[in-house]
């Protein structure tokens, strides 16, 4: 009996080491799809505690009155926000400053003793910023609504999003007894800390490298998409999942995961979103590469770049679909002024 007590230590040991991967109990479940399907979204409470604080929006001033002079004609060097009235633009000017910059003030993007000009690059950058906000909710809308996004979506009082991406650098093969890792097997957080490839958003959030390699039906179709490029797809995946802190089964159906007709509608919406999210990083980030200082660049000299997670924050829908736009209607399709 005495000698058995050292494999019994050994097998309890290695028992708390696997269940160490998983999380305690209760869990909360809820039926997203079909009934028999197995479509079911499962939601840690003490995990949603911490969203619920994370997501909670800020209250609304009172209204400013679009009646009066325009901002272009009231302040100097208004280049996007010219068409609000003078009240309207001071009144978000206020809100960005909470929004972004709240410990700063205006100072993080202006210099006070002259706030025309554009002598700092953060108001160089917010500007685009501006620009990228009215752009996602005039023309976004099948991905965001009518809840469209406003400053706070991603930032949440930080004057850099939480969750911004950077390319990361090639492998140094120069350590032949390494062997090439082919971009994975070395966990990181955009892939969830698994074996998938570890930078799966350069290729379909950045570039346009073609997403779906699963083939339409069982039957040979000409489909020579392997299990690596897959293992890519899986880590975007991942990546969104993670981002939403939902599973597969929010955007797919378990029976066919191929089949759209048979999707929940999320799964359209999700389809917008990658492309609004690689439409930005390429319209509005990457434009900026040389205006950002090196301290807030990426290890190979790229600009933080969005992904599911800069707005979602482990969130179905960012701030659980609060429709912030309809407070802040300034920040809704508009005119440029120049």
């Known amino acids: 009996m005495t ?42 409470p003490r995990h949603l505690d911490t969203q619920d604080a994370l997501n909670t929006v800020p209250p609304a001033p009172p209204p400013a009155s679009p009646d009066g002079p325009r901002a272009k004609a009231s302040y100097q060097n208004v280049q996007v926000l010219g068409d609000l009235s003078a009240g309207q633009f001071i009144g978000l000017m206020t809100q960005i400053t909470a929004w972004v910059s709240p410990k700063e003030g205006c100072a993080y993007c ?12 953060t108001k160089i950058v917010a500007r685009k910023m501006i620009e990228m906000t009215r752009h996602i909710n005039g023309n976004w809308k099948n991905h965001v609504a009518e809840t469209g996004v406003t400053c706070y979506t991603c930032h949440r009082g930080n004057p850099v999003p939480t969750n911004v991406w950077f390319t990361p650098l090639e492998q140094d093969k ?18 969830n800390m698994s074996s998938l490839p570890t930078d799966a958003l350069t290729p379909f959030l950045l570039e ?21 490029q897959a293992e890519w797809t899986y880590s975007l995946m991942t990546h969104m999942s993670t981002s939403l802190g939902v599973n597969c089964t929010y955007c797919h159906n378990t029976r066919s995961f191929q ?40 290890p190979g000299g790229d600009v933080a770049k969005v992904s599911c997670a800069t707005c979602h924050q482990g969130a179905y829908k960012p701030l659980y679909g609060f429709p912030m736009l309809k407070d802040y209607p300034e920040l809704a399709s508009g005119p440029t002024s120049k």
Not at 174 to 189: C, S, V, W, Y
Request: hydrophobic share 35%.
């Open 110 to 121: 202006h210099n006070v003793q002259n706030f025309a000009e554009d002598s700092k690059y």
């Open 3 to 44: 000698s058995r007590i050292p494999t019994i230590a050994a097998l309890l040991a290695l028992s708390c080491a696997l269940l160490a991967g998983c999380e305690r109990p209760p869990m909360d479940s809820v039926q997203h799809g079909f009934r028999g399907t197995g479509m079911v979204q499962v939601y840690n």
């Open 174 to 191: 120069r350590a032949d007894f390494i062997g090439d890792l082919a971009g994975q097997n070395t966990p990181a957080p955009l892939a």
């Open 259 to 298: 089949s759209w007709e048979s999707s929940p509608p999320q799964r359209v919406t999700a389809y917008h979103g990658i492309r609004m999210a690689r439409d930005v990083n390429n319209e509005y980030m990457v434009p900026l590469t040389e205006v950002f200082p090196v301290e807030r660049k990426g």
């Open 208 to 228: 346009d490298k073609p997403i779906r390699v699963n083939g339409p039906t069982p039957l040979p179709s000409g489909n020579r998409h392997s299990i690596k």
